[in-house]
């Protein structure tokens, strides 16, 4: 489809008439008596509904990563929506503050997808969205949240997490896992612990998911992000797991969106 | 490249210019003492020296499967030369014949390295390849062998090895390894335990070698081969994993060709 709208433009008009045209719109929702705010992103050049991805934030919260992410997609013809976990203003500046923020979410599933979902069904009410043709995506922190709406038995397309927290508190509901998951991991990330790496993959295969993992050589956490907003030697960007990352991404949406 | 060759093919001809011309050459050479018969593939739609891609058989040797991927290169663009490990005649019919022959080379990594180094010198013999864009990939024994020849310190642009065997006698001439490294895996395959999964990565990261290695779900050996000539529970075709597996092979060849 992305094809077809990019071949028709450039036969109309011509490649100047691809000019980038990325709109946004700050959206506040709401999940039990939490506001939150989350930012939805298109291409104008595109027109009618098309298929979306709903990009989930690090630790930090939402921050210019994601939404530079979501222009990205849009850039590919996708409307992307980037959710918000914590709630509006909810911004941890600090390592401790970040840590202290996600692990709240982390230790409470429920709430986690929770708050994912109240982000799925407010992306879901945009008429720029083609709501059968959805995808999950999420950093770090959000790897954890779209792989824990995926468990949740969520309607999707597929999700990819990239260096995402693979552990479940409750391996079981991998059973409720409808769409297919890619998982985009460091090979040398010292975050991931192996025997968590190892249960994610018993409870795939326990599950019968449709799944698939990368590991990159030579990446470790954090690979896709040039600035991790902390000096920690086990969360470096890494251009060429980011790009190849990106690349595989693509190929997935390619896939599941056909 | 490609993309240019096809584009450009379109405009000047339209679509009927693009009929399938695929040649094959039989070709005998030799390694030491022995006469091993490798098959070179091309479309001559294509002018000039290409990007070439080097396939090394199974544990049957050389057969229609081997040519068959080598016909689907060609019609990527790539000129595609099916190495001979054996030996010309040399195609077990049985599982025994087969293992026993597999064994010759798995237990001496130099002769197995010499046979298809004499394969890469073969290919590169022919004026349709250019000698500065080569890959070569593998299937199971042929991914093993693979690896050997990047492990031998063959000069490449990369290799892909599709459920090779992946254990090393020498882990420490992972240092050799002066290319990119792709492995599609099956993350049920039986055949491949994972102390030897895990010695490969180790092998990869001591060398820093630019590594990345897909686990497919659900497959097990032999994902991409719809007749394995046997049957076990433990080798079988699964769909979705071969067609990923050739575009993620396909990303490889875009990001190492271009």
Known sequence: MMKSILLSAALLGGAGALHAALQTKTIEYQQGDATLEGVLTWDDAVSGPRPGVL???????????????????????????????YGKGVRPKTVAEAGAEAGKYKSNRNLMRARVIAGLDQFKKSELLDPNRVAAIGYCFGGTTVLELARSGADLNGIVSFHGGLDSPAPADGKNIKCPVLVCHGAD???????????????????????RLIKYG?????????????????????????????????????????
Chains 1, 2 share one sequence.
């Not at 630790?59 to 918000?84: I, N, P, S």
């Open 55 to 85: 990009v989930v934030h690090q630790w930090l919260g939402l921050t210019d990563y994601e939404k530079h992410r979501a222009a990205m997609l849009a850039q590919l013809g996708y409307v992307a929506f980037c959710a918000d976990i």
């Open 189 to 211: 990330d010292p975050f991931e612990k192996p025997e968590d790496l190892a249960a994610f993959e018993s409870e795939m295969r326990d599950a019968k998911v449709d799944w």
């Open 218 to 258: 030579g990446a470790v956490h954090s690979f896709t992000q040039p600035d991790p907003g902390f000096a920690n030697p086990g969360a470096r960007y890494n251009e060429k797991a980011d790009k190849r990352s990106w690349e595989d991404m693509k190929q997935f949406f390619a896939e599941i969106f056909k």
